[in-house]
């Protein structure tokens, strides 16, 4: 941005000088390639937006307290006994809205995060980053929590460029301090939520205040989460967006002509003039800089397409709010695509993201049937023992096994297993029945004997029963090991 730029008064009042280079926190020449946080010897600008309460802010505050009390408040409902999301790392169960998840359940792990995967790549191809502009914890925390206690304390942006210009006196360190210690609490608070999602609030609350030696690992946790969430909101803010998140780099792999993405019309804005009045041979771009101002990461959109734009559409509500006043017709910063910016309709569907899309109903579909379908209960058998099989005296051959029973349900249940065929095998077991209480797993070993007269190329083929006393019922093949036609095997 040229020296020559001009500020607007949002009053209404005509346009002023720039104020003075010190002060512009935006400096950044259209020949330098550089982040718009770091200024042309590399060091860090901070940004102060100015917030403009408009259309799309209201849209983002609204959504952004939604995510914030549904953080706080997961912990704290309780759905079938447990809190709504509770990742149970003693137990090893996930709980998620009264269904219980073992790690047992590999093709439930696999469809859930296979659908995960393919969501991010529709809505990135279809929405661009405005998930990052409307959703991400980043955003929402930063600007709807931590920024709006920073204005609090230390007033507008600025105030706060004014403050940070001072030299360190009485006021500036009493000032300070205030602001980093409700950073501090906010984000000891924050942490402490986190925890509580894999300890639940019911057990950490009472043992940080009454048995606080006894959670040194979570006392731990919540010192460093909070430290991290202080640091980050505190000092790093939109960094995180332009330089550690790979999201936004996954975008270019991910976006095309048609994606959805804040954009300034060149056409109609350019030439800009700084006049209140609209002349025909000027664009409406009064180069006022208040989308620039407005831009959490600094972006100045008429620079065209740019991958630090992170789609919080604070420009589009700050230039609408400027050509309101002007009288003029707003929309000359706006969500379009590139294809519209060339002219061109606009496809909302096309073969890349109607195949994410197929491949997302799929995927989520999927995930749902696994989670409409899930049993009671779930048995597995793994291979058990050091030998892949063991010859008897009598000349039978010997397996050992494992099997592991997973109890889904409120209930404990009582399992049996019996050998369907071949008849010849024997099943001798290290518990039987075998119990295993509400949403508990249990594992048993068992070993099976065979005549050796069975095996063919060193196999043999057994197949079990399982039932249980509240109706489960399930027939397992396995595959046992032996000798090679008539080899003396493993003692």
Not at 88 to 97: G, K, Q, V
Not at 442 to 471: E, K
Request: one cysteine or more.
């Amino acid at each position: 941005m040229s020296a020559e730029a001009r500020a607007y008064v949002p009053n209404g009042s005509a346009p002023v000088a720039a104020p003075a280079a010190q002060d512009r926190i935006f400096d950044v020449a259209p020949e330098e390639e550089l982040l718009y946080s770091l200024s042309a010897d590399g060091k860090r600008k901070f940004m102060h937006p100015v917030v403009h309460k408009g259309h799309f802010w209201r849209i983002r505050r609204n959504i952004g307290y939604l995510l914030v009390a549904l953080f706080f408040a997961l912990p704290l409902i309780k759905v079938g006994g447990y809190p709504a999301v509770f990742f149970d790392f003693e137990s090893r169960r996930t709980h998620l809205f009264g269904a219980v998840f073992h790690p047992t359940e590999n093709l439930v792990l696999l469809a859930f995060g296979f659908s995960v995967v393919v969501t991010v790549f529709f809505v990135g191809s279809t929405f661009g980053r405005v998930w990052c502009g409307f959703g991400c914890p980043q955003t929402v925390y930063l600007e709807f929590l931590f920024r709006p206690i920073e204005a609090w304390v230390e007033g507008g942006p600025a105030k706060q460029r004014g403050l940070n210009r001072e030299p360190w006196n009485a006021r500036k360190v009493r000032i300070k301090a205030v602001k980093w210690t409700l950073f501090a609490l906010v984000g000891l608070l924050m942490a402490a939520n986190f925890v509580a999602y894999f300890t639940s609030w019911e057990a950490l609350g009472p043992g940080l205040l009454h048995q606080p030696l006894e959670w040194k690992g979570a006392i731990f946790t919540i010192s460093f989460v909070a430290a991290l969430i202080v640091f980050d909101f505190g000092w790093f803010r939109d960094q995180m967006c332009t330089i550690a998140c790979p999201y936004g780099r996954l975008q270019n792999v991910l976006s095309d002509k048609d994606t959805l993405l804040v954009a300034y019309d060149t056409t109609r804005g350019e030439p800009r003039t700084r006049s209140r009045v609209l002349l025909p041979t000027a664009g409406a771009c009064v180069d006022c800089n208040a989308c620039v101002t407005a831009c959490p990461t600094g972006v100045d959109i008429r620079r065209g397409l740019q991958v630090e734009c992170i789609g919080t559409a604070q420009c589009v509500d700050a230039c609408d709010e400027v050509m309101r006043k002007l009288g003029r017709p707003t929309g000359l910063i706006k969500f379009t695509s590139e294809r519209e910016q060339q002219g061109g309709i606009r496809h909302l569907w096309r073969p890349r993201n109607l195949a994410y899309l197929v491949l997302m109903l799929i995927a989520w579909g999927t995930f749902a049937a696994l989670i409409a379908t899930r049993a009671d209960a779930m048995v597995e058998v793994v291979r058990g023992g050091r030998e892949p099989y063991r010859m008897l005296n009598s000349g039978d051959v010997a397996n050992q096994q494992r099997f592991r029973f997973t109890n889904q349900s409120q209930e404990p249940h009582r399992f049996t297993i019996e050998v369907i065929e071949p008849r010849d095998v024997s099943l001798v077991l290290s518990e039987s029945p075998v119990v295993v209480a509400a949403e508990k797993v249990v594992t048993i070993n068992a070993v099976a004997t065979v005549p050796r007269r069975l095996f063919v190329n060193g196999q043999a083929h057994v197949r079990y029963l399982v039932t249980s006393d509240h109706g489960f019922r399930r027939e397992m093949e396995f595959l046992l090991l032996g000798p090679f036609n008539g080899s003396g095997g493993a003692q």
